[in-house]
């Protein structure tokens, strides 16, 4: 059970979250869109504290570092998990039962995010909404064949990035609230060290 659901929320983060950071710029036409772009496409890094409302009404908090290129760490208050890539390789630990799962960067959607060369081919702007103080982008996946996408909430004033909502379809959703947003502030390397993290005897880490 513990390892589905570890499967399960690197599925719904690292395939739908990270959609949000790297969109090239010509997806947008107006002021506000170019201005949710600018923000998206301006930091070499992202911080932030976080509270993850899942469909059932369970509620998770946690942390979320991105380093560019390539590397991000995500850990959860509440269960066990730790996801963790170094810029090469990307791991899923379980510190309860310290198990790792490993995957290979060329071969997961989180490559296409992680990297400044990514192609507006490959993403579908679903909707723009803008409601007084308030900037909501909803994007897709083109190559997902499901009905999922990612609705990211922009504050236009001050502007802030302020939550995430990811719809599995138009009814399941996981919504992330962002506390403490903090971009560009220089982070530990050791931070993204997965064999610092590597749960496992010595003896048994051959990869």
Same mark, same amino acid.
């Given at each position: 059970?513990?390892?589905?659901?570890?499967?399960?929320?690197?599925?719904?983060?690292?395939?739908?979250?990270?959609?949000?950071?790297?969109?090239?710029?010509?997806?947008?036409?107006?002021?506000?869109?170019?201005?949710?772009?600018? $923000?998206?496409?301006?930091?070499?890094?992202?911080?932030?504290?976080?509270?993850?409302?899942?469909?059932?009404?369970?509620?998770?908090?946690?942390?979320?570092?991105?380093?560019?290129?390539? =590397?991000?760490?995500?850990?959860?208050?509440?269960?066990?998990?730790?996801?963790?890539?170094?810029?090469?390789?990307?791991?899923?630990?379980?510190?309860?039962?310290?198990?790792?799962?490993?995957?290979?960067?060329?071969?997961?959607?989180?490559?296409?995010?992680?990297?400044?060369?990514?192609? =507006?081919?490959?993403?579908?702007?679903?909707?723009?909404?803008?409601?007084?103080?308030?900037?909501?982008?909803?994007?897709?996946?083109?190559?997902?064949?499901?009905?999922?996408?990612?609705?990211?909430?922009?504050?236009?004033?001050?502007?802030?990035?302020?939550?995430?909502?990811?719809?599995?379809?138009?009814?399941?959703?996981?919504?992330?609230?962002?506390?403490?947003?903090?971009?560009?502030?220089?982070?530990?390397?050791?931070?993204?060290?997965?064999?610092?993290?590597?749960?496992?005897? =010595?003896? $048994?880490?051959?990869?």
């Amino acid at each position: 059970m513990i390892i589905v659901y570890n499967k399960f929320v690197f599925r719904i983060l690292f395939t739908n979250l990270f959609i949000i950071i790297f969109i090239h710029k010509t997806c947008f036409g107006n002021a506000n869109q170019e201005r949710v772009l600018n $923000f998206l496409q301006s930091f070499d890094t992202l911080n932030a504290e976080f509270i993850q409302i899942n469909n059932n009404g369970e509620i998770l908090s946690g942390q979320i570092l991105i380093s560019r290129p390539g =590397k991000t760490r995500i850990h959860y208050n509440e269960i066990p998990l730790l996801l963790i890539s170094d810029g090469k390789k990307f791991a899923s630990i379980n510190k309860k039962i310290k198990s790792i799962t490993f995957y290979n960067l060329a071969d997961i959607p989180v490559s296409l995010f992680l990297y400044k060369n990514f192609e =507006k081919k490959d993403i579908e702007i679903v909707g723009l909404y803008e409601k007084e103080n308030q900037i909501k982008i909803r994007i897709r996946h083109k190559k997902r064949q499901d009905e999922s996408f990612l609705e990211i909430a922009f504050e236009k004033n001050p502007f802030l990035m302020k939550k995430w909502t990811i719809f599995q379809n138009p009814t399941n959703k996981i919504e992330v609230l962002l506390n403490t947003l903090v971009v560009d502030e220089k982070n530990s390397i050791s931070s993204f060290d997965i064999d610092k993290e590597d749960p496992r005897p =010595k003896v $048994f880490r051959n990869n």
